[in-house]
């Protein structure tokens, strides 16, 4: 699977579960996914940390989806398929 773009789309802090909380839009060819995803780290995280997270979270509900475990190979992003801040980390 060759990821195209990944936006993180109303990124908030759920005080009450201590979790940052986000949609995380995956696009690859014409499919493009959303997914709900959270992450377990303080509030104070840096943005690029807690972004980071969040795409690892829906990359791990990708792989868990039939479609992607049908395919042969592993996610693949294209050179700007990350958020800006997270491209030269």
């Not at 303080?42 to 475990?69: F, G, K, N």
């Amino acid at each position: 699977m060759l990821v195209d773009r990944i936006e993180i789309l109303e990124p908030a802090f759920e005080s009450i579960a201590q979790q940052h909380v986000a949609m995380v839009s995956v696009e690859a060819g014409h499919q493009i996914v959303t997914l709900h995803c959270s992450v377990t780290l303080p509030e104070c995280a840096a943005p690029s940390a807690r972004d980071a997270a969040l795409i690892a979270d829906a990359m791990r509900q990708v792989s868990r989806m039939p479609e992607h475990r049908t395919c042969i190979g592993s996610i693949r992003f294209k050179p700007d398929a990350l958020p800006l801040q997270l491209q030269s980390a």
